[in-house]
């Protein structure tokens, strides 16, 4: 009877450290699944300026700034600088800037010693057009039409100090597998078409560019 009640007892504790490491197991599972959802969620579901989780950061020389740690938040990002500034995610010339930087949790920005970058939330304002012309100056960025922009044909041409520049233009939408693009110097233009929902890049930039206008001019509806 004895020896019953022993195993009884040894029973009984192995089934309370049993219940114990499955709840452990429930818990690190919960915690791992969090993170994992929290790096793989579609930032783009908050694209607007009420659900976008950015918030202003002034990044100085000789540091590393990982998204999600710290005081550097995942989100949409409107980037300035007022020096050439070269680091391993964008380059800016003097006084210019790009809008609507999507930032990715984990995503590294690396600011060389001496640059300082300020980065602020976006506000997803719309091209100004008079007479169906738009002029972005020493500025870059994404664009969702229906929102910055609105749909329809488009021509592209450019300003710039540099002669030797090339810049990006790339139409994409993920839902509809739209992606077109043209890549042009001072002397070239592009047309693009860009319908409800899609985005609108323009990229290319360097450190050494210059001042530069992009010319938008609408064509048709």
């Known amino acids: 009877m004895k020896l019953c009640i022993i195993q009884k ?26 993170r994992y959802f929290k790096i793989t969620e579609d930032i783009y579901e908050k694209r607007n300026k009420e659900d976008n989780p950015a918030e202003k950061i002034i990044m100085t020389g000789g540091k590393e700034y990982v998204a999600g ?5 995942t989100g949409f ?3 300035q600088v007022d020096k ?17 930087k999507s930032i990715r949790n984990e995503n590294r920005i690396y600011v060389e010693e001496g640059d300082t970058v300020t980065l602020t939330p976006s506000r997803f304002e719309p091209l100004i057009f008079k007479n169906n012309i738009a002029v972005l100056e020493n500025t870059i960025g994404e664009f969702q039409c229906g929102t910055e922009i609105e749909p329809g044909t ?13 810049f990006f233009f790339q139409v994409t939408n993920e839902k509809t ?28 930039l360097d450190i050494d560019t210059g001042n530069f206008k992009i010319i938008i001019r609408k064509l048709t509806e």
């Open 9 to 34: 007892g040894g029973n009984r504790v192995k089934n309370k450290r049993g219940l114990l490491f499955i709840i452990i197991f429930i818990g690190l599972t919960a915690i791992l699944a969090s």
């Open 77 to 79: 990002y409107d980037i």
């Open 84 to 100: 050439p500034t070269d680091t391993n995610a964008f380059k800016l010339g003097k006084n210019q800037s790009e809008l609507n």
């Open 177 to 204: 597998n739209n992606n077109s693009s043209e890549q042009i110097n001072y002397q070239q233009s592009a047309r693009l078409t860009i319908e409800k929902d899609d985005y609108l890049s323009i990229s290319g």
């Open 154 to 166: 488009y021509e592209f041409t450019i300003e710039v100090a540099n002669k030797n520049m090339e």
């Open 69 to 73: 740690h710290g005081d550097f938040h």
